[in-house]
């Protein structure tokens, strides 16, 4: 399968890298790209966990006050 790239700065980053690595082009930006979506992957995960913890952290004390989802929100659907 083939690819091209048509932007001259991406062309010339990625044979500096082939070259100071040892590695042929396809390999330096299948290594690069696998970095990249393993960071991108890894931050999302994370961002997640984050969210799930303050909802699991703020949930109880809604409960206590008997707070309920509608009460989160106005007549239009919007956020009090």
């Given amino acids: 399968m083939a690819l ?3 932007n001259d700065e991406a062309e ?3 044979r500096e890298l082939a070259a ?3 590695e042929s ?3 330096a ?3 690069a790209v696998k970095q990249r979506l393993d960071l991108i992957r890894r931050q999302r995960t994370s961002r997640a966990a984050a969210l799930l913890e303050i909802g699991r952290s703020v949930a109880p004390v809604l409960r206590a006050r008997g707070a309920e989802v509608e009460d989160l929100y106005d007549h239009v ?4």
Avoid: E, N
């Fill in 4 to 6: 091209t790239i048509k």
């Fill in 12 to 14: 010339s980053m990625t």
């Fill in 20 to 22: 100071i690595t040892g």
């Fill in 25 to 27: 082009i396809t390999a």
């Fill in 29 to 31: 930006v299948t290594i």
């Fill in 77 to 80: 659907g919007l956020p009090t």
